[in-house]
């Protein structure tokens, strides 16, 4: 399981008062954090509806690149957003995130392949999430297929099953799980799969508790890599022993420990 840090997202509040005075340290405090806590990768989001996101990514990525050389997540769906990340990334990139409409398609898999990124790729189109598990994996698919026309190999891509809150499409979940699954027999070997593990809690109380069930059972249906909260040290707990019953990480007695 790949950990992608969520924490520094203008969605936060803090975050967002921390954009909006350049306040470097507290960013970076973040960052260390989630790398402390075992974060293997970084996201980065400026937040809703900001008119200078282009500005505000390239300042976020410099600020973060000042403390750490993790590969980092441009989490935007917006072009000139993504392009001035991406411009300033000289770490690992992974690009966060192209959908499966044509016109977003072309634009990001020319700019994954002129930079050398990785890419997210979330099931959705102009017509939103679809319903079903085998119309996400009919996007996944499509978006497979288009990136090997720009040249960009399957290893090079995260197809994403589009977790929504429990609270308001409770039907979806296991959907998601079946989504996982039949992702996984698009190509040989298995693409990768990413989910944004908090979306399933927004609006709950019971936040950390929905968290850390889904992630175990998306774990048992093969999960590669969760954007997810590593300060949650109880989710984190359940990761290391879901590595362990899944054969990734050597048993030993001490786990928990690790
Ligand atoms: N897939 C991909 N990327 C994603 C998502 C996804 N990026 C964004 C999101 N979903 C994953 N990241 C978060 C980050 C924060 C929250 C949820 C998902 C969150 N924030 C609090 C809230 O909205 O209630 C912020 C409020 C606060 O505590 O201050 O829940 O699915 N590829």
Same mark, same amino acid.
């Given at each position: *399981?790949?950990?992608?840090?969520?924490?520094?997202?203008?969605?936060?509040?803090?975050?967002?008062?921390?954009?909006?005075?350049?306040?470097? &340290?507290?960013?970076?405090?973040?960052?260390? +954090?989630?790398?402390?806590?075992? @974060?293997?990768?970084?996201?980065?989001?400026?937040?809703? /509806?900001?008119?200078?996101?282009?500005?505000?990514?390239?300042?976020?990525?410099?600020?973060?690149?000042?403390?750490?050389?993790?590969?980092?997540?441009?989490?935007?769906?917006?072009?000139?957003?993504?392009?001035?990340?991406?411009?300033?990334?000289?770490?690992?990139?992974?690009?966060?995130?192209?959908?499966?409409? +044509?016109?977003?398609?072309?634009?990001?898999?020319?700019?994954?392949?002129?930079?050398?990124?990785?890419?997210?790729?979330?099931?959705?189109?102009?017509?939103?999430?679809?319903?079903? @598990?085998?119309?996400?994996?009919? =996007?996944?698919?499509?978006?497979?297929?288009?990136?090997?026309?720009?040249?960009?190999?399957?290893?090079?891509?995260?197809?994403?099953?589009?977790?929504?809150?429990?609270?308001?499409?409770?039907?979806?979940?296991?959907?998601?799980?079946?989504?996982?699954?039949?992702?996984?027999?698009?190509?040989?070997?298995?693409?990768?799969?990413?989910?944004?593990?908090?979306?399933?809690?927004?609006?709950?109380?019971? +936040?950390?508790? =929905?968290?850390?069930?889904?992630?175990? *059972?998306?774990? /048992?249906?093969? =999960?590669?890599?969760?954007?997810?909260?590593?300060?949650?040290?109880?989710?984190? &707990?359940?990761?290391?022993?879901?590595?362990?019953?899944?054969?990734? &990480? =050597?048993?030993?007695?001490?786990?928990? +420990?690790?």
């Amino acid at each position: *399981m790949i950990i992608i840090g969520e924490r520094i997202n203008g969605l936060f509040a803090s975050v967002a008062r921390a954009i909006d005075r350049r306040d470097a &340290k507290f960013i970076q405090d973040i960052a260390l +954090r989630q790398v402390d806590f075992g @974060a293997q990768v970084l996201d980065i989001n400026t937040g809703p /509806g900001r008119e200078d996101a282009p500005v505000v990514m390239e300042w976020m990525v410099k600020t973060v690149q000042d403390v750490t050389e993790l590969p980092l997540s441009l989490d935007t769906p917006g072009v000139k957003t993504m392009e001035s990340g991406l411009k300033a990334c000289k770490n690992k990139v992974i690009m966060n995130s192209t959908t499966a409409e +044509r016109k977003k398609m072309e634009r990001f898999f020319l700019l994954c392949k002129e930079h050398d990124a990785e890419i997210i790729c979330l099931a959705m189109d102009e017509r939103g999430v679809p319903n079903d @598990a085998e119309s996400r994996t009919e =996007l996944a698919m499509l978006m497979i297929t288009t990136a090997m026309e720009y040249d960009i190999l399957p290893e090079r891509l995260y197809l994403d099953p589009l977790i929504l809150p429990v609270g308001s499409a409770q039907d979806q979940g296991k959907k998601v799980i079946q989504a996982l699954q039949l992702f996984q027999t698009l190509n040989d070997p298995p693409p990768r799969t990413v989910v944004g593990l908090s979306n399933v809690s927004n609006h709950t109380k019971e +936040r950390s508790l =929905l968290n850390r069930t889904y992630l175990a *059972m998306l774990m /048992g249906a093969g =999960l590669t890599a969760a954007i997810c909260d590593p300060e949650d040290e109880e989710l984190m &707990k359940i990761i290391k022993a879901g590595q362990v019953l899944l054969n990734e &990480k =050597l048993y030993c007695d001490a786990f928990l +420990r690790a």
